[in-house]
Every structure is written in structure tokens, then in C-alpha cells.
């Protein structure tokens, strides 16, 4: 038995050998491409998910975000409308004030109001030796007074109404920094302990 092959057997089954292995390689190409394209869809997707969720969260922060500020502006916007009552409370006592300032005055300068300042008797010391019993009694016409020229008086006058003005805008300084104080619930500094 002749166990060699004839030539042209065997070129066929060359030929039938290198077509599976091509075919092999085309079907590992081919599989090699269906991964490659899944684990990169694959990657897509799950990019895309990642970027979704990325998106859902920075989205819920800035709606918490907006709210806070819109709540910080209401508390502002209030805290404003309180300070601005304040204001206009000052302004309009010192427009009120003003006004009986200058109906005071007007009074004095036409001689319907006079000035005058109590004076003490012939004799009579400053000080520590004046008895307490010498005071007059309230209302008492005979005590000794000193007339106050017009402007003299007004000017006397106005320094108490400053006095009056200032503390009437420390008082309204302070009610705006209580205003505010309380609104955003500011604590006062605490003093030093141990000190």
C-alpha cells in the first residue's frame, strides 16, 4: 500500500487547511472586533450613566443651593425693611422734634416764652454749706431768678436738643443692630474667661 499521498491530494488539503485557518483568523478578527465594540459601548454607556448621575446630584445642589440663597436674601430683604423702620421711626421724631424746637424758639424770640435761671440771694454761698432747708418751695414766685436774654436761652436750649438728638440716634443705631442681631441670630462676643 502506497501511504503517500498524491501531490494534488495533497495541495487540497494545504489548501483546505490554510482556509480554516483563515477562516480561524477572520472569525478571532471578528470576534476580536465584537469585544472590542461591546467593551466600548460598554465604557460608553456606563460613562454616560456616570455623567447622568453626576448631572442628578449637581443638579439637587444647586436647587439646595438657590434655596439657601433665597433664604439668606428673604432674611437680608427683612433685616433691611427692619433697619429702614428704624430709620424712619428717627427721622420722623427728629422732624417732630424739630418742629417743637422751632415752635419753642419762635415763642421765645416774640417774648410769649421768657428764660431764666434761679439765682441765689445776697448772702447766700454755692456749695456745701447751703442748707438743704433753703431751697424754695416749688412754685414759690418770691425765689430769685435771672432772665435770660432770647438768644442766650436758645442757645442753652439747643445744646440740650443736640444731647436729645444724639441719644435719639444711638437708640436707633442700636435698635438696628438688635434688628439685625436677631434676624440672622448673631451672638454678642463673649468675654474672655479666666482673665
Avoid: W
Amino acid at each position: 500500500m502506497n501511504t503517500a499521498q498524491p501531490p494534488r491530494q495533497r495541495g487540497l488539503i494545504h489548501d483546505a487547511l490554510i482556509a480554516i485557518a483563515c477562516v480561524a483568523l477572520v472569525l478571532v478578527i471578528v470576534g476580536l472586533l465584537a469585544y472590542q465594540l461591546g467593551r466600548s459601548r460598554g465604557l460608553r454607556e456606563a460613562a454616560a450613566a456616570a455623567q447622568a448621575r453626576e448631572n442628578t446630584v449637581a443638579q439637587a445642589h444647586q436647587r439646595a443651593l438657590d434655596a439657601a440663597n433665597e433664604r439668606e436674601r428673604s432674611s437680608e430683604d427683612s433685616a433691611r425693611r427692619q433697619v429702614a423702620s428704624v430709620e424712619n421711626k428717627l427721622v420722623k421724631e427728629r422732624d417732630h422734634a424739630k418742629s417743637n424746637q422751632s415752635r419753642f424758639a419762635a415763642a421765645v424770640r416774640t417774648g410769649d416764652v421768657r428764660l431764666s435761671v434761679p439765682t441765689l440771694r445776697d448772702g447766700a454761698h454755692c456749695g456745701a454749706d447751703a442748707s438743704p432747708n433753703t431751697a424754695p418751695a416749688a412754685g414759690d414766685r418770691a425765689q430769685a431768678r435771672a432772665r435770660l436774654a432770647p438768644q442766650a436761652g436758645l442757645d442753652l436750649v439747643a445744646i440740650a436738643d443736640d444731647g436729645d438728638d444724639a441719644i435719639g440716634q444711638l437708640n436707633a443705631c442700636i435698635g438696628a443692630y438688635e434688628a439685625v442681631r436677631d434676624r440672622f441670630n448673631l451672638l454678642p462676643q463673649e468675654a474672655p474667661q479666666g482673665r
